[in-house]
């Protein structure tokens, strides 16, 4: 049994009356140790699909319509508001993008990470654990350190209390919401550095959401990519960037330049990001997709299995 | 010769405490930079967060005052420059910033906005002639003509970038600052950003200095690339050979903490210890030594390198770069 079973989850966003669909059928699972990298850009709803693992999206306006999420076998769209609070921060914790807005600016970094210690493992709340922690996300001078106020620490050094706090629980599973977007490119190589240590030292699995493909390369086993609210490519990390299937990721993986790429020229995709609300009918890579057929536009592909491991949203990907 | 020559600029910001703002100290946000940049080139520019990039860049288009140095433009010094003088010579040296729809006014049209920079510098004699530059200026950055009366909140942000760069365009300046002018888009939309920029650049025979964090970006588009750490230049040299051969251990580090798609590509990722330091209080010596993999102490902690030439045309500001 996987540790997160997600089956054909469905959710709408209530907006002046309209029911808009963000996360349309969407199914994934995450093995217990394994890193599953979502990928994809703004507005195809893999926050969304994260925040929902541990009800974190508000209904309303939200509504999940349909499906399961099943972690360790139970479904979080079942469980009672006492349930949830053990599961959120406890089996599930998140790190998120900006570690600046999502810790309290009032109080000192130690404090904050003994809260999370109180809630979740009572038994062992007590400075010395807070120190092992701070300790353990690579914080210089931990004892001194649990002092200081956020404001008083580098991004860098934030988003490792970030990671602190949500280790404090021991969770089974670690959502990492772009957790290097918001740091430069030193700073990002040394928290992913720390998410893989971590992730072999303790044995957790990483979701990690990202629009970073070459952030897929250096941390996923699997990668899911989405587009519009719908998962369009599924498959082991190294497969799919070494033979994609799908025209959106293959176009995608193009339209990034390189290091030592020599491109005179990148090959764009057409035309913008659909909104929510204005996905297209059919296919929603259809208006923008190189490899488009008449037939595209009209019928709404299904996300087949094309060998053992890989899903593609697309009948006409080319055999191997 | 060359469009632009930066000549040891610097720009300090003084830090005020206390009741009566007294000057504590000096941010050194660009301390003593020196480059130039040739009529139709891209010299890119790249750094980490707080390293001065766009201090320099705001300062070049006299955004913000320089302290001390030369700003020579079209072989006139305008780091000096005020009021109508400056005015008259901003015409030929424009800046695209990196967030769309905080530089563009929310209440003015896409024909106003593009028009506020056409009337400003009285380029069009008559209404008609304004109209047909406008519309000809968004036809040229790949917006629908019939869209000019919508405002920037209708757009998205590739279009609204598009829009950044159709004001710009306006007053058909010969140099561009790009201040990370795609960092804020989707993935997808950062590539037709780039190539319209490529493309105008051929069009107009437009120099752009292109500062960005993306290493990747700023190598296909620039034909020279500029590092900076703490508010100095510590290596210049083609966008080709940096990449491939880079000098200076902290172009190392970087372009070693890039990200691959490439799962084949055989690289040993460099971990700097340490955060960037604050360049209110930069190391004695080199700024680098204290996250230096190949620091000699105390040669490089009380020693400053020079920026020298290593290689025809490379420069880097390191003690034992050969």
């Known amino acids: ?320 | 010769m060359s469009l632009l020559e930066v000549k040891n600029l610097q720009v300090h910001y003084p830090v005020k405490h206390g009741v009566f703002s007294r000057v504590k100290a000096h941010v050194r946000a660009v301390d003593g930079v020196n480059f130039s940049v040739a009529p139709g080139e891209t010299l890119g520019l790249v750094g980490e967060s707080g390293c001065g990039k766009t201090t320099l860049g705001r300062a070049i288009v006299k955004l913000v005052e320089p302290t001390a140095g030369q700003i020579i433009f079209d072989g006139e010094d305008i780091a000096g420059l005020s009021g109508a003088q400056l005015r008259a010579r901003r015409r030929k040296f424009q800046m695209i910033f990196q967030d769309p729809y905080g530089s563009l006014n929310p209440r003015m049209n896409v024909g106003q906005i593009i028009g506020e920079a056409i009337d400003i510098h009285r380029l069009a004699d008559s209404t008609s002639a304004r109209q047909k530059r406008i519309l000809d200026l968004l036809r040229g950055v790949g917006l629908d003509p019939s869209h000019v009366h919508r405002y920037p909140h209708e757009f998205s942000g590739g279009q609204r970038q598009r829009i950044g760069i159709a004001r710009a365009l306006a007053v058909e300046p010969e140099l561009i600052v790009c201040d990370e002018p795609v960092s804020a888009l989707d993935v997808s939309v950062q590539a037709q950003i780039i190539n319209l920029l490529q493309d105008l650049q051929q069009q107009r025979g437009i120099a752009y200095l292109f500062i960005a964090h993306d290493l990747a970006v700023v190598e296909h588009i620039s034909q020279r690339v500029m590092v900076m750490y703490l508010g100095k230049v510590v290596e210049l040299a083609e966008a080709r050979t940096i990449i491939s051969a880079p000098k200076h251990p902290y172009t190392q580090a970087l372009i070693s903490a890039v990200p691959e798609v490439d799962p084949d590509s055989k690289r040993q990722r460099i971990i700097l210890p340490g955060d960037v330091p604050s360049p209110m209080h930069p190391p004695t010596g080199c700024p680098f030594h204290p996250r230096c993999p190949l620091a000699q102490l105390p040669r490089c902690s009380t020693e400053a390198p020079a920026l020298r030439e290593v290689a025809p045309g490379h420069l880097a500001a390191c003690h034992f770069a050969q």
């Open chain 1, 1 to 320: 049994m996987p540790l997160l079973q997600i089956n054909h989850l469905s959710l709408d966003f209530d907006r002046g009356g309209r029911s808009l669909r963000a996360v349309d059928d969407v199914s994934l699972h995450v093995d217990a140790g394994e890193t599953l990298c979502l990928v994809g850009e703004s507005g195809c709803g893999k926050s969304v699909t994260a925040l929902s693992i541990a009800r974190l999206v508000p209904a309303p306006p939200a509504k999940y319509t349909g499906g399961e999420i099943l972690l360790n076998g139970r479904d979080v769209l079942q469980m009672s508001q006492r349930e949830l609070q053990a599961i959120r921060g406890g089996v599930v914790s998140y790190v998120f993008q900006d570690p600046t807005a999502s810790l309290n600016p009032v109080f000192r970094v130690g404090h904050q990470i003994m809260e999370s210690l109180r809630l979740h493992r009572p038994e062992r709340a007590n400075a010395a654990e807070v120190v092992r922690l701070l300790k353990l996300v690579g914080i210089p001078a931990p004892e001194s350190r649990a002092l200081d106020y956020p404001h008083q620490m580098s991004g860098g050094m934030q988003q490792r209390v970030m990671i602190a706090m949500a280790l404090a629980s021991e969770p089974k599973l670690l959502i990492a919401d772009e957790p290097t977007t918001a740091l430069d490119v030193t700073i990002q190589a040394q928290i992913l550095e720390l998410l893989l240590d971590l992730k072999r030292r303790l044995g957790m699995a990483i979701l990690l959401i990202t629009h970073n493909l070459g952030i897929v390369g250096d941390m996923a086993d699997r990668v899911a990519v989405m587009y519009a609210g719908q998962v369009v490519e599924e498959a082991p990390a190294l497969e799919l960037l070494r033979r994609p299937r799908h025209p959106y990721t293959k176009a995608l993986m193009n339209s990034v330049p390189k290091l030592r790429g020599n491109l005179p020229r990148l090959p764009a995709i057409a035309g913008n990001v659909p909104s929510l609300g204005d996905f297209p009918s059919g296919c929603r890579f259809a208006p923008r997709c190189p490899v488009a057929r008449p037939e595209c536009a009209a019928s709404a592909p299904a996300l087949l299995e094309i060998e053992p491991g890989r899903r593609v949203r697309c009948p006409y990907t080319t055999p191997l």
